[in-house]
């Protein structure tokens, strides 16, 4: 037998050898996940819009008889909608 044949086997067992102990001994952790984004918000109740619409009614009659310009009805009808 000659040097070069027996070389082979050697890498073989040492491979092996290697590759057992370069195994991990635990699993990997799960993935970690952002958390979900927090649900819209709720429709207006319905108390809750009777009043807005009262508010706007009052904001037109204020419109119309001249009480606010209607760059101020605007803004002022923007807040009670978006608030």
């Given at each position: 037998m000659t040097l070069r044949?027996?070389?082979p086997c050697r890498r073989v067992q040492t491979?092996?050898?290697?590759?057992?102990?370069?195994?991990?001994a635990y699993a990997a952790p799960p993935p970690s996940y952002a958390a979900?984004?927090?649900?819209a918000a709720a429709p207006a109740a319905p108390a809750?819009?009777?009043d807005k619409l009262a508010q706007l009614k009052q904001l037109g009659?204020?419109?119309s008889a001249g009480v606010l310009t209607q760059?101020?009805?605007d803004q002022?009808?923007?807040l009670i909608l978006n608030g």
């Open positions: 044949a027996a070389l491979q092996a050898a290697g590759a057992s102990s370069l195994r991990p979900p984004p927090p649900a809750a819009m009777g009659e204020l419109l760059a101020e009805f002022q009808k923007a």
